[in-house]
């Protein structure tokens, strides 16, 4: 990693601080103080902020660091359902809501605290009913309702290990991951609903399991009238398991190392990796950055736009914001039905304070214009947070501008499904700078090396590296250590990313995209995401993704596909403005050879651009496993 970036073109025009409110407030109130006092004792830190929760019993140990496997709280046993609801719903946050859902047309309903401890240890004395074991894998295919959240918890409640998919992934997909973690059971719906239809998912699990030695019974939530008809030797009604059992269920004791879920992330290449993570840990990081990086106040209503299938569900709609004694927001809606405005509205009705989304999201916005978010009232918000992939300078500029009208921090967080819980973001209070996610949070070492691990200098790219051992970080790929192993082992006694930064001269860090995505152009290497970030800083483009395509001369040139913002069409004239544009931005090196106008990109589930699908289209060869793509 040679090659200089000149970070300055690639967004740090502008530092915006806060209202000095936030920092005064903050729970954090002094980043620098807080990272010094976690440097200057790790496990006191971690150890301090894990006494905020309840243990049946407490560690011997902080943490039992044997390169390259961890034990976090070292023999404390804990239930992660009862931080997330008998503490609550058992105390003075008992009538608090905590769960607000909203379908669509007039479809809502929310739970209380107590409400919803009531209603988790109903399902789990259910699942009890029906023969779900302490250690059993559960896998959950629902769409975005109460029930989905409901299960998960209830799994936890009984220490059986939940196993989520997304409910936009396709039979196969499902099935692999069904087979893999040999789910005993599955927890699914006759539908979800997006955009007013109903999409069967039934039907998918119907095809997943035909193949699927490990599945004994598939529970069903019926949400359509007429019930769809079950099939008596497998097949249960979500509701009527719950018919005749207890209200009670006492929380299963589980070891801080014990299994609390798996959850399949999409390689960039090869199978999908099952990531286990353990209930200690991953509770306690969960907990201290939903507390400390959107610093969660006692009346915030929360908004996560991601899905309870995704890692950002997991930690920040369901175990954190619960753990924290949130109130949770959730829509089964999309946010352009019936119309562009169906999300502001949501944010006025009902006075979201803290909203979390995603890039890809903002993008969409800005490509529809400022007159939907402008309809509504967004005065309620206080903090808003982005996920997922790089936050370009112009996306966080409108985000900053037209959703949070100058008053809201940004934290645009980065982190992985391996890591659990945020990584490295800019705390609120802190001054921000667009493009850049910011600095590793207190409790974290992160840094950007050369391939020997050294660090490398401000301005230069690197790979993005964690240093310490995190609680809530993975333990291991199911069945496969040696891709967990390979993690630890690419740069020893590091965690590699897998994705390339940069850091600037106030120790700032830019997320450049995977390191998988650099391209060689002339020797030289180019972050795709940095070529897409000029690209998307031109007025007329709404998005971009850049490939590389082998070349005799050069050994790879940039292709960039280009998707126009609403009033402009595509021309030679504009195709040149934009490659004209980009030498502008970044330097001749980084021009793209050729431009392609299209309609749309392929993107995962989970709204990242699949580049490597647009490689294949463009090369003629096999994409490789597409199972993730959207359509
Ligand atoms: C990318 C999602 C830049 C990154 C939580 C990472 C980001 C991968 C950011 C993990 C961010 C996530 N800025 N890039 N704020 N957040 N990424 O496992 O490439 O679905 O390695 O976890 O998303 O994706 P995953």
Redesign the pocket.
Known sequence: MAEKFDVKSIGQESSYSPDPSYKQNAWVRDYNWTYREFLSNPDEFWGNVARELEWYKPWDKVRDWNYPYAKWFVNGKLNITYNCLDRHALGKNRNKIALIWRGEGEAGRFYTYNQLYKAVMRFANGLKKIGVKRGDCVCIYMPLVPEQIIAMLACARIGAIHNVVFAGFGAGALNFRMNDAEAKFVITADVGMRRGKALPLKIIVDEAITNAPSVERVIVLRRQEPPIELHQEIEVDFNEIMEGVEVDCKPEVMDAEDLLFYLY??GSTGAPKG?VHTCGGYMVGVYHTMKCVFDLKEDDIYWCTADPG???GH?YIVYGPLCAGATVFITERTPDFPDPGAWWRLIEEQCITIFYTA?TAIRMFMKLGEEWPNKYDLSSLRILG??????NPEAFEWHYQVIGKTRCPIV????????GMHM??TLVGEPMKPGF?GKAIPGVVADVVDKNGRPVQTGQGGF?VIKEPWPSMFRTVLKNDERYRKYWFTIPNTYT???LAVKDTDGYIM????ADDVIIVAGHNIGT?EVESALVSHRAVAEAAAIGKPDPLKGNILKAFVILRVGHTPSDKLRSELIHHVRMTLGPIAMPSEIEFVDSLPK?R?G?IMRRVLKAKELGIDPGDISTLED
Do not use: F, H, N
């Not at 997320?511 to 995977?514: A, P, T």
């Open positions: 992330t999409s990531v995704w890692i950002t930690s890039p982005s996920v997922g992939e790089p936050l645009d967080t980065w982190w992985q499904t391996e890591a490295i973001t996610a993005l990313a897998g994705d997320v450049l995209g995977r995401a995962t989970s990242k």
